[in-house]
């Protein structure tokens, strides 16, 4: 991995020095656009249009538009704003874990001590782990002063930067404030297939199926040359019509559909 940021995590009088790494990354697989015609990559040029000509990346800058009037602002410019070359991430309180609402995570990195002991970073870490406790902390990476959430994942502390209040939509939709008639019946089906589904987490028994299918899709045009039957491929395609049932009948086909499904792997482990 590659340190994307360095710094140092302050609180009080305690400072903390630490490198960010991406804790996460794309496994996705690239797809580039072409002409369908003759499969030609189509690509796109920073092309000014006082001059026509198409401009290298680093005699490009930035401007903000107001109305007529265009202020261009350079490199030097925007290195030059204070929180630009501020180094720190400041902690400004900490507040119970179960208080972030997980709607305001964005982005999630890894933080490395790297000073001449971990001592600090340790201390840092196992507070906020008996406390139940996770940092707030304001910094600034990539122009934007970013509001995070500091917390622990094993033995490291991570930040997920938080989207800003006014960052996130209000959700209004009229149709819920209609009164909704719950029977007891429902509720009690409802709450058997919950149990039915009841079950540890764990990632890794989930799939990509799309990137898997794609992969698939590629690998066969790339063996056939060409066209391929989709078919063949993949399968017959699942008809997702079928008759419309009520909401009990569903509960209940749901309810016996997830027992007997874990009755047949139940007996297939023994």
Known sequence: ????????????????????????EDHDVSLHQVHDADGGRIHYERRCEVCGRVTPY???????????????????????????????????????????????????????????????????????????????????????TRLAALRVRGKVLVLQTLLWPDEVRTADFPVLDQTTRITAKEMQLSAALVKSFSDDFEP?????????????????KRSAGGAIDTESTFGEAEDEGGEVIDLMEALKQSVQRSRATKK???????
């Open 204 to 220: 890794e028994r989930f799939t990509d199926e799309y990137q898997e299918q794609l992969r698939k899709l590629i690998d066969a």
């Open 58 to 144: 680093e005699h490009i800058d930035k401007a903000f538009v107001d109305g007529d009037e265009t202020i261009v602002l350079t490199r030097d410019d925007l290195a030059s704003i204070p929180q630009e070359r501020d180094r720190e991430i400041s902690v400004a309180e900490f507040v119970p874990s179960d208080q972030i609402d997980p709607l305001l995570f964005d982005r999630s990195y890894y933080l490395e001590p790297t000073g001449k002991t971990t001592k600090a970073y340790v201390l840092l870490r196992q507070t906020l782990e008996k406390t139940d406790r996770t940092a707030i902390v304001e910094f600034a990476l990539r122009q934007k």
């Open 264 to 270: 047949r792997a139940a007996g297939s482990r023994r």
């Open 1 to 24: 991995m590659r340190a994307i940021w360095t710094g140092a995590i302050s609180f009080g009088l305690v400072n903390v020095p630490v490198k960010l790494y991406s804790a996460t």
